[in-house]
């Protein structure tokens, strides 16, 4: 049987990404670019420290796109955090997605797709338990984006984002 999942990862290998785009894992020198992209992508801004501690922390799931010139054109950042079990006689692992951003001349080459695949493949080495986000209730394109790769909403977050929008809490059970 094939899975939703194993069918993207299969489409993937005959990926419509150009072969003008490479992925890799972030380095400090990358954080700039990351920032950049950061700031015309998204209303959610971080300062510098932030970035750097999650590259510290876990370099592995930090990954960043470059076009053929070298420039930053997309990232993805995941943090590990430990949460009680359900029984609450244990802590879990679970994989939080801290951001995602394709630069929008890039966008839909799957680009995302593929950096969501290889950070999440990347970050089982932690024994995570599941994979969360949390996303804007407007943001279709994003919403698409992880229930393609079998995110499901488990709930919505009120007024999750400082202008007062709500979030969905999507969750992957790994
Ligand atoms: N309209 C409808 N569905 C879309 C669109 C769109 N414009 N773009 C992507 N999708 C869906 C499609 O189902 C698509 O699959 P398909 O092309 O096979 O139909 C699927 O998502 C995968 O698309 P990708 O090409 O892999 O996505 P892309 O590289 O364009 O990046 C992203 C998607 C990251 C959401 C991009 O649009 C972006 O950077 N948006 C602004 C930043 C953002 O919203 N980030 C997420 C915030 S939430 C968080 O970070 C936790
Ligand atoms: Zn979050």
């Known amino acids: 049987m094939t899975t939703n999942k194993e069918s993207e990862l299969n489409n993937f290998n005959n990926t419509d990404i150009r072969s003008d785009i490479f992925i890799r894992r972030c380095s400090i020198d990358d954080l700039d670019g990351v920032v950049e992209v950061n700031e015309r992508e998204l209303p959610e801004d971080y300062p510098y420290f932030f970035y750097k501690s999650i590259l510290d922390n876990f370099p592995e799931t930090f990954l960043v796109?470059?076009?053929?010139?070298?420039?930053?054109?997309?990232?993805?950042?995941?943090?590990?955090?430990k949460t009680p079990s359900i029984d609450s006689l244990r802590y879990v692992n679970k994989s939080h997605l801290v951001s995602i951003a394709v630069s929008e001349k890039y966008r839909r080459r799957r680009i995302a797709t593929k950096l969501l695949i290889e950070s999440m493949s990347a970050i089982k080495k932690y024994k995570i338990l599941q994979y969360v986000l949390e996303v804007r209730v407007s943001n279709y394109t994003a919403i698409r984006l992880y229930e393609k790769l079998d995110f499901k909403i488990e709930s919505i977050k009120k007024k999750y984002y400082r202008d007062g929008e709500n979030a969905y809490f999507m969750v992957l059970n790994v």
Do not use: H, P, Q, S
């Not at 796109?65 to 955090?81: P, S």
């Open 65 to 81: 796109a470059l076009n053929k010139n070298g420039d930053i054109i997309a990232y993805i950042m995941w943090r590990v955090e």
